[in-house]
């Protein structure tokens, strides 16, 4: 009896080995062909809108081509951490500050987003300070400020200020030890954004 419980458990314990190594190599590959495929056409779509030469004079384009590099960057990481898992275990302690360099490229890709809204509101509303603002310069200061503030947004997990930040094997994302912290954090890097650039395409359209 007992020899028969242990070479069923033993036989199941195998069969879920199985289907979880399955499971990994099938979103692996799913993720790199996704990824891969998508940072090519970002790529293609920043080079098209660099080849036109009235577009690539003007200061605003540098949103878009700053959407396009972003989502082009994020994609490639993506692609290759996703060949990574296929053949490599990857370090608990790496996997924190690997997934923390994927959601700032993400984040700056929102913040891109609220730029080119926010220009397009205040070129509809505003003609005259849209043209005044919109030199060289001040486009700029804006994309710095834009890589910088996305940053400091995700590596403040490491300071505790939204609680203990943990990795999920299950989900494989990154946790927080606190709720109130985590709903705060994510208001700032997800909530935020989808109102800002939502409010100004209601004004734009209403």
């Not at 799913?30 to 030469?53: C, M, N, P, Y």
């Amino acid at each position: 009896m007992e020899e028969a419980m242990s070479t069923d458990l033993i036989i199941t314990t195998t069969e879920a080995n199985l289907l979880t190594l399955e499971t990994t190599v099938t979103r692996g590959v799913i993720g790199f062909i996704v990824t891969f495929v998508g940072a090519i056409i970002s790529v293609f779509a920043a080079a098209a809108i660099l080849v036109d030469k009235k577009l690539r004079q003007k200061p605003p384009t540098a949103f878009m081509i700053n959407l396009l590099l972003c989502i082009s960057l994020f994609n490639a990481y993506t692609a290759s951490r996703c060949v990574i898992r296929l053949f490599l275990e990857v370090s608990e302690n790496l996997k924190i500050p690997s997934n923390i360099l994927s959601y700032i490229l993400a984040q700056v890709h929102k913040h891109s987003i609220c730029a080119i809204a926010f220009n397009r509101v205040l070129a509809m509303t505003y003609p005259f300070i849209y043209k005044r603002l919109m030199q060289p310069r001040w486009v700029a200061v804006c994309l710095v400020l834009i890589w910088i503030y996305s940053a400091l947004l995700w590596l403040s997990l490491y300071t505790g200020v939204y609680g203990t930040v943990k990795y999920d094997k299950q989900l494989m994302l990154l946790t927080l030890g606190s709720d109130t912290g985590n709903i705060i954090h994510m208001f700032l890097a997800i909530g935020f954004p989808l109102l800002f650039t939502a409010t100004c395409y209601i004004i734009m359209y209403r």
